[in-house]
């Protein structure tokens, strides 16, 4: 059996606002396998930036709190670490890659010089001649000519500031990758390139991969597994075989299948899931998905389903009780 990257049990994360508590997470339970890349998909309110951002002790100060469950990096319990043990984990052995390249780089420090912040903080013993090489390999890792590390993010283009910013996530060759859809912001030709690359590097380092998008075209190319999540659980997950070409979903991934466009098929329109996610503050009884499923049944009105499992296939919906 190979062993765990990341294991999520149970994990529970709300933020308090003037409104009222939002239920972000609710009850989510992952697991990613060394060397993986794990799909996180589901509509924009589903948590999936708020799992990430739980993983990296980055939620909101003062109003994001984990309220319950556990996360495990490598085996380590990390839920209750305190911020200083934090820092020498993240940019290390656990890294981020943001939606959005222009707000992730500092704009007045070269992009040489914040490569070599990363490598500074973690590896300073490496000592100043070798950081400095370092960060020539890297930019040549990343596609980028290393005479341009003297240069200002503005200098850039958007894909090649997103690679910037892959290659400062993967400087210290870290065992766990969070990308909250890094290529959301590019456009579709330079999109399959940092795909490509980011698919590269991973297999270079050996590094695993949690991919967080809405995009099931990147997760087909890029996922060795994917989980759907809806008001903050998963509520199907499996390999990309069991989510692709299995016979049975939830309805939540039918829809989601049904809202793509079918290249093959003479479509007028396409049948996206009607109604909205849920008000987080005040989640629905039952099955979240209840108000906007077409199969729903009275008992999911105030019961909430089980996982049900077949093999690595697993379902949270009572037609498959
Ligand atoms: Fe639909 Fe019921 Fe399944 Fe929820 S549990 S997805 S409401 S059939």
Redesign the pocket.
């Known amino acids: 059996m190979k062993k765990k990257i990341l294991e999520i049990k149970d994990l529970y994360v709300e933020y308090i606002t003037e409104d009222g508590i939002v239920h972000a997470v609710n009850g989510l339970n992952l697991e990613l396998e060394k060397g993986q890349t794990l799909g996180l998909v589901g509509e924009t309110g589903a948590g999936k930036t708020t799992t990430v951002l739980s993983i990296m002790k980055l939620l909101p100060e003062q109003i994001g709190r984990i309220t319950k469950g556990t996360i495990l990096l490598d085996g380590n319990n990390i839920t209750d670490l305190r911020e200083t043990e934090m820092q020498k984990l993240r940019g290390n052995a656990v890294s981020m890659i943001f939606q959005d390249p222009m707000t992730s780089l500092n704009p007045v420090l070269s992009v040489g010089d914040q490569i070599a912040e990363v490598l500074e903080l973690h590896q300073a013993e490496l000592g100043k001649k070798r950081i400095d090489e370092r960060v020539d390999e890297i930019l040549d890792m990343v596609g980028l000519q290393k005479e341009r590390k003297v240069e200002y993010p503005h200098q850039f283009s958007g894909g090649m500031k997103q690679r910037i910013v892959i290659a400062m996530a993967l400087a210290c060759e870290p065992k766990l990758l969070l990308a909250d859809e890094p290529t959301t912001a590019l456009d579709v030709t330079i999109q399959a390139q940092v795909l490509e690359m980011m698919n590269r590097l991973k297999d270079t380092f050996s590094t695993s991969m949690m991919l967080i998008t809405h995009d099931l075209g990147v997760v087909a190319q890029t996922c060795d597994s994917v989980a759907i999540m809806y008001a903050g659980r998963v509520?199907e997950q499996g390999t990309l075989k069991d989510i692709y070409t299995a016979g049975r979903h939830?309805?939540?991934t039918i829809g989601l299948f049904n809202s793509i466009p079918d290249l093959t098929k003479d479509t007028k329109r396409l049948s996206p899931i009607k109604g909205l996610m849920p008000d987080p503050i005040n989640l629905p009884n039952?099955?979240a998905?209840?108000p906007r499923?077409p199969?729903?049944?009275d008992v999911?009105r105030y019961e909430m389903?089980e996982e049900s499992c077949y093999g690595t296939h697993k379902i949270r919906?009572?037609?498959y009780k």
Do not use: V
């Open positions: 509520i939830h309805p939540y039952g099955c998905f209840h499923c199969e729903c049944l999911c389903p919906c009572h037609l």
